[in-house]
């Protein structure tokens, strides 16, 4: 839906003082999406799309989903282009790179459009708001912690993550770090390297080798990545190696590779409410398209189910609405969250 052009046909309705079936017809259309992951080929961008979509048309609104051909800002810059001009409501992205979409999401909201992000955050002056998973530390915090649990307190360990420009990558590894450099408990644990697989299947697998075959004494890896866990988890598993795993991933993709003992990669590992993402990204950005938020701190809005959210400050100088805290998954409740997601 055109807001313009709704706004002007409802107030030359009550000019006329009377809703004409021109007008009614806009409303119903209701608010048109563009949904712009950070690649193609990532079950985790169409599980949260499936939920984003169930929820949008729920509501009387379309979805164009846009998969980059690859997890870049270039490639993200590309889909944007072909978006602009096509008269969306509402673009929701979750971004390849922080800074480097700046300039065509400010064109974007130039022309009209609202600028939500989801996932993975652009920075402050591109967006409206960001539907932010669960909080950068507590997210943090559940891995560092878990990494210390399967070292038992001390060795090597390493970081498997998706791009180098990642915003939600680049956030949880300098929380994890800083975590680690504050805290004495975690002073006998030795981060050797962070290494990059790009969100990418063989290329996580081919550095999850080089990790092992370069430390040897590397005792854990942890993949903040659904790609790079599941990568890695398959690696380590089929090779026997001692280095066990942690991480985010999606349950359907690890429960092979979930358990206790040495037949198991990964002994536990973490995510969120994968559903309530697609969903809470959804009614965000139907609340921002007919302006019933602006994103600014304070304000409130229903997500439907999931309930009443609360805009808050983000540490990026822009706001955010967090969905809830992350959830672990472990050999007893694998399964069970594997139908889901
Ligand atoms: C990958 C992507 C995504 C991230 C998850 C955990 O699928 O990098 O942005 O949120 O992992």
């Known amino acids: 839906m055109n807001k313009k052009l709704v706004s002007a046909l409802l107030c030359g309705a009550m000019v006329l003082g009377c809703v004409s079936p021109v007008a009614v017809q806009a409303e119903e259309e209701g608010v048109k999406i563009a949904l712009v992951a950070k690649s193609a080929g990532n079950a985790f961008f169409e599980i949260a799309a499936a939920s984003f979509v169930e929820t949008a048309e729920a509501e009387g609104s379309t979805v164009d989903i846009i998969y980059p051909e690859e997890a870049t800002a270039d490639a993200q810059i590309k889909s944007l282009d072909n978006l602009i001009s096509q008269d969306y409501d509402v673009i929701c992205i979750s971004a390849n790179d922080e800074n480097a979409l700046q300039a065509k999401l400010e064109e974007a909201m130039d022309a009209g459009i609202k600028v939500v992000s989801f996932d993975s955050a652009v920075n402050a002056d591109s967006r409206q708001v960001f539907v932010n998973q669960a909080g950068v530390t507590e997210v943090a915090q559940a891995l560092m912690d878990a990494v210390y649990d399967i070292c038992e307190g001390e060795g090597q360990w390493a970081i498997l993550s998706a791009t180098s420009q990642a915003t939600n990558q ?4 300098d929380a994890m770090k800083e975590i680690m450099e504050s805290d004495e408990k975690y002073a006998d644990l030795e981060l050797v390297e962070v290494a990059y697989g790009d969100d990418e299947s063989q290329k996580s697998t081919d550095q999850t080798e080089a990790l092992v075959t370069n430390y040897p004494d590397l005792k854990c890896i942890c993949a903040p990545t659904t790609v790079g866990i599941a990568a890695a988890a398959k690696y380590l598993q ?3 190696c001692t280095c066990k795993l942690t991480g985010l991933g999606l349950p359907s993709e690890m429960l092979e590779y ?8 990964c002994p536990y590992f973490y995510l969120w409410d994968m559903q309530g993402l697609g969903t809470l990204a959804a009614y965000t950005s139907i609340a921002i398209a007919n302006e019933e938020i602006t994103g600014a701190e304070g304000e409130t809005f229903t997500a439907g189910d999931l309930g009443d959210f ?3 400050a983000a540490s990026d100088g822009g706001t955010e609405i967090i969905l809830g805290l992350p959830l672990e998954f472990n050999p007893e409740n694998v399964e069970e969250y594997a139908e889901l997601y």
């Open 258 to 265: 979930t358990g206790d003992g040495d037949d198991y990669s």
């Open 238 to 240: 089929d090779n026997d």
């Open 310 to 312: 609360e805009i808050v």
């Open 170 to 173: 680049n956030a949880w590894i």
